[in-house]
T-cell receptor, first 114, second 114 residues
Framework: EPEVTQTPSHQVTQMGQEVILRCVPISNHLYFYWYRQILGQKVEFLVS????????KSEIFDDQFSVERPDGSNFTLKIRSTKLEDSAMYFCASSSISIRGTQYFGPGTRLTVL | DQQVKQNSPSLSVQEGRISILNCDYT??????FLWYKKYPAEGPTFLIS?????DKNEDGRFTVFLNKSAKHLSLHIVPSQPGDSAVYFCAASLYIQGAQKLVFGQGTRLTINP
């Protein structure tokens, strides 16, 4: 069964460093998303991406964040200068349709900022 | 942001009995609702969904009920099995300007006792 994959599973970085989180969505899906979950809190929407453009982003997704689909398979989230409060689980998701489309999630990347 | 609420942080059910997980929402613009199951250190796994134009959807042991007037949905699992022990998230879909985002509840930890 097709699945979303994410690498790395755990990333440790120093405050102020750049990190890139990688995702391979399900191959025939066209809509891509990033969510995050800070420990003990809800899963929160960050950004949606379609046709090589951001469709919508939350207030969390400020200028320090960017997303890219550098080739036909990968979808990346870059945090330019990490802060302590960026420590969280980051989940990538994909869907085949937008309206009432089921989003399928990857296993997540645990980001720890020291 | 309290648009989607799961008021029970935990639920304990005897194996073989029915598990009922509840979710309330406030935004009448939500048009699609999903339940996800999550194990520790894994991403949310899609379980079942329901469109806002329906009041019930069934898939095997899982049934989701939607009461739009009360802005309430519930997930029934019958019979409950030990493998059902996990955290269950209710999510509501918002479609704005060509983009879909999911708004999650806080989750309910379900424990099935043998």
């Amino acid at each position: 069964e097709p699945e979303v994959t994410q690498t790395p599973s755990h990333q440790v970085t120093q405050m102020g460093q750049e990190v890139i989180l990688r995702c391979v969505p399900i191959s025939n899906h066209l809509y891509f998303y990033w969510y995050r979950q800070i420990l003990g809190q809800k899963v929160e929407f960050l950004v949606s991406f379609y046709n090589n453009e951001i469709s919508e982003k939350s207030e969390i997704f400020d200028d320090q964040f960017s997303v890219e689909r550098p080739d036909g398979s990968n979808f990346t989230l870059k945090i330019r200068s990490t802060k302590l409060e960026d420590s969280a689980m980051y989940f990538c998701a994909s869907s085949s349709i937008s309206i009432r489309g089921t989003q399928y999630f990857g296993p997540g990347t645990r980001l720890t900022v020291l | 942001d309290q648009q989607v609420k799961q008021n029970s942080p935990s639920l304990s059910v005897q194996e073989g009995r029915i598990s009922i997980l509840n979710c309330d929402y406030t935004n009448s613009m939500f048009d699609y609702f999903l339940w996800y199951k999550k194990y520790p250190a894994e991403g949310p796994t899609f379980l079942i969904s329901i469109s806002s134009i329906k009041d019930k959807n069934e898939d095997g042991r899982f049934t989701v009920f939607l009461n739009k007037s009360a802005k309430h949905l519930s997930l029934h699992i019958v019979p409950s099995q030990p493998g059902d022990s996990a955290v269950y998230f209710c999510a509501a879909s918002l479609y704005i300007q060509g983009a879909q985002k999911l708004v999650f509840g806080q989750g309910t930890r379900l424990t099935i006792n043998p």
